[in-house]
């Protein structure tokens, strides 16, 4: 029986503070695209929507295999229009929300995907967001009905305020997981995490 979930993963990003391709970095012998598309397509979602720049034709021919491609036309709107595009190609799959996760963070467990999927089907209608110690991190599930909403976010908005605005129920889920906080985003992020990896 198909799953009424997706999986998306973010990587439209100009990766302009690393000065290369975030989803191509080393994640412990495995670049971080096919790392997070890994720890996505491990909590039973199908398929795994990759958002790309249009012209992102190097992370395009690195895509894991059972990975779709979705071009994302105008990246520079930033990370609420790469999730709109996401979003809206799984609810012309007939999927009813997505497990949403960022190519930047690497280090997220497959029990916390897991679990928010699992959490999206009890309650589909609901934004599922882990937090660590109090702190919401990545990823999240989204309704994909809200694909439209998120087209028509005013400038400046980011999804949260977006699902404030709506009044969108967002049910937080408490787990043991640091990596849902990691976000490599400068070359000294690449080099603590590398760290964290050999000891």
Known sequence: MPTPGAGIVLAAGSSSRMGRPKALLDAGGRTFLEKV???????GVQPVLVVVAHDAQEITAALP???????????????VSSMALGLEAALQLGKRWALVALVDHPEVAVETARLLAKAADAEPGAVH?????????????VPTALAPSLFEA??????????????????????????????????????????????
């Open 154 to 199: 005013q400038e400046g908005e980011g999804a949260r305020d977006v699902f404030s605005r709506l009044g969108i129920l967002v049910r937080e889920h408490a787990v043991d997981d640091p990596g849902i906080l990691l976000d490599v985003d400068k070359p000294g992020d690449l080099r603590k995490l590398r760290s964290r990896d050999r000891k």
């Open 65 to 79: 295999k059972d990975c779709v491609p979705v071009p994302n036309p105008n990246p520079e709107l930033g990370q």
């Open 37 to 43: 598309c890994s720890t996505v397509a491990a909590a």
């Open 129 to 141: 967001v882990p937090t660590y110690k109090g702190e919401r991190g990545h990823p999240v599930v």
